[in-house]
C-alpha cells in the first residue's frame, strides 16, 4: 500500500507539467503558417481561387531549382499574407528578403520577390515552374489528409517580374 501512495504523490507533481506541456505546443501549433487560412478579411480560399482557375497550366516550363527559393518563418506570415492582400508578388530588397527568412540568399542576376504560395498540410513539396512570358507557377504537393488551402508565401530569386501567378495544391490521402 506504501508504495501504491508513494507512486500517486509522485504522479501529481507532473499534471501541473503536463497542463504546462500542452498549452505550450498549442500555442507553437498557433503560430505554424501553415495553419492559417486566414489573415484579416484576406483567406487563403480567395487565393487559390484567384490562380488556380487558369487555363494555362502547363506541362512545359523550365524548373525553378529549390536552392532559389524560400519559405517564411511562422513570425512574418501575417506580415507576408498583408503585404500580398492586393498583389500577388511584391519585389523585395535584399534587406527585406532576409528580414523574412534569415536563411536567404540572392543568387547573382537575380531579384527577389515575395510571392503568394499555398499549402494542405506542411509536408510535401513546392514544385515551381516558369513558363514563356514570365508566368510563374507555384504547386504545393501536400502529404495528409487536410485539404483545405492554407498560407504559405515564399521568397523567390527570379530574373525577371512574374507576369502572372497560378497557384495549385494537391493533397495525398
Known amino acids: 500500500m506504501r508504495k501504491w501512495g508513494h507512486m500517486l504523490k509522485n504522479s501529481i507533481k507532473f499534471i501541473p507539467l503536463l497542463f504546462l506541456y500542452s498549452c ?22 480567395s487565393w487559390f481561387k484567384e490562380h488556380s482557375d487558369n487555363p494555362k497550366w502547363s506541362v512545359e516550363g523550365k524548373e525553378i531549382a529549390k536552392e532559389l527559393y524560400y519559405e517564411l518563418g511562422p513570425n512574418k506570415l501575417a506580415f507576408a499574407v498583408r503585404a500580398l ?65 492554407r498560407f504559405s508565401p515564399l521568397i523567390i530569386n527570379l530574373s525577371n517580374e512574374p507576369k502572372e501567378l497560378i497557384l495549385g495544391v494537391s493533397t495525398a490521402i
Do not use: M, W
Open 24 to 45: 505550450a505546443s498549442t500555442s507553437v501549433v498557433k503560430d505554424n503558417p501553415n495553419v492559417y487560412e486566414s489573415v484579416g478579411e484576406t483567406t487563403a480560399l
Open 85 to 149: 492582400n492586393k498583389i500577388p508578388f511584391k519585389k523585395l530588397t535584399f534587406k527585406e528578403a532576409k528580414s523574412f527568412n534569415n536563411h536567404f540568399e540572392i543568387k547573382p542576376n537575380k531579384q527577389p520577390y515575395l510571392v503568394r504560395g499555398l499549402v494542405a498540410n506542411s509536408t510535401g513539396e513546392y514544385r515551381l515552374k516558369l513558363q514563356k512570358g514570365n508566368i510563374l507557377e507555384i504547386h504545393h504537393e501536400s502529404l495528409g489528409g487536410n485539404s483545405t488551402p
